[in-house]
């Protein structure tokens, strides 16, 4: 079998010398296994035989799905040094290569803030099959919570920001659940306590079918500090489902344009979160 392992490069750290391992295993399991590197930087040892590759590769085009600088700066607010080093690693990453960029937002901010003067950028954003996602709406779930509840659909990491949305719920104070689509984590247990929603929110876990949740829910939230282009936005609003978003950078504003522009609030706005959602759950009520 040939096997083709991918590596931004050997220059060090234990994930590359985990990857040389693995094609070293492979390659003496009678495998052809080749390291495939985007930079040409080694700084491992290499096992005899090792098969490595670093071309430029002209005709291949890097996918980016999220604004690279927010990622920078805030890392920024922890490490300035290692911050440098990341603005300084995507620079050499992707500058003069050919980049896909999700958004329009994503474009922007790796021509502006990333200062990626020599790329080539196409912006495509991400396909929807409107008709499968309605279809998947349908499906039975039994699991569905009988009273009324709002949705966010996302991990747990800092950039979906699920303290702002904890805060921002129990500002609202609305009868609705709070119902959360992402694994269960002792860290997310802890910071529902904090804000003492343990009875009022539910954490049900992954679902590779999220889109009968979706159109169950009277409204989706999204809070996220930043993105490239979120999916959930679009998916929910196919579902028919009213949402509301921080208005961070980038794609919420390219989703929720003209009368849906409303529904954008403010990073970092416990409580014009809140109000929005107090806005839109009574608007639902009064229609």
Known sequence: MNIALVVTNLSGGGAERVMIRLADALRRRGHRAALLLLEHRIGHALPQGTEVHAPR????????????SAEVDMLA??????????????????????????????????????????????????????????????????????????????????????????????RAALPHRLVLLTRPAAELDALIARYGLGARVTVAGFRPNPYPWMRAAELLVLCSQREGMPNVLVEALACGTRVVSTDCPSGPREVLAGPLARWLVPCDDAAALAATHDSIVRRDADD
């Open 57 to 68: 590769l002209p005709n291949t085009w890097f996918r980016i799905a999220n604004t690279l």
């Open 77 to 170: 607010l922890r490490d300035r040094r290692r911050a440098a080093r990341r603005q300084a690693k995507y620079r050499r990453l992707y500058d003069g290569r050919n980049l896909v960029a999700v958004s329009a937002g994503v474009e922007r901010d790796l021509r502006g803030a990333l200062g990626l003067a020599r790329a080539r950028i196409a912006t495509i954003p991400n396909g929807f099959d409107l008709a499968a996602i309605a279809a998947a709406a349908g499906a039975p779930e039994p699991d569905l919570p009988r009273e009324p509840f709002i949705l966010h659909v996302g991990r747990f990491m800092p950039q979906k920001r699920h303290e702002l949305l904890f805060e921002a719920y129990a």
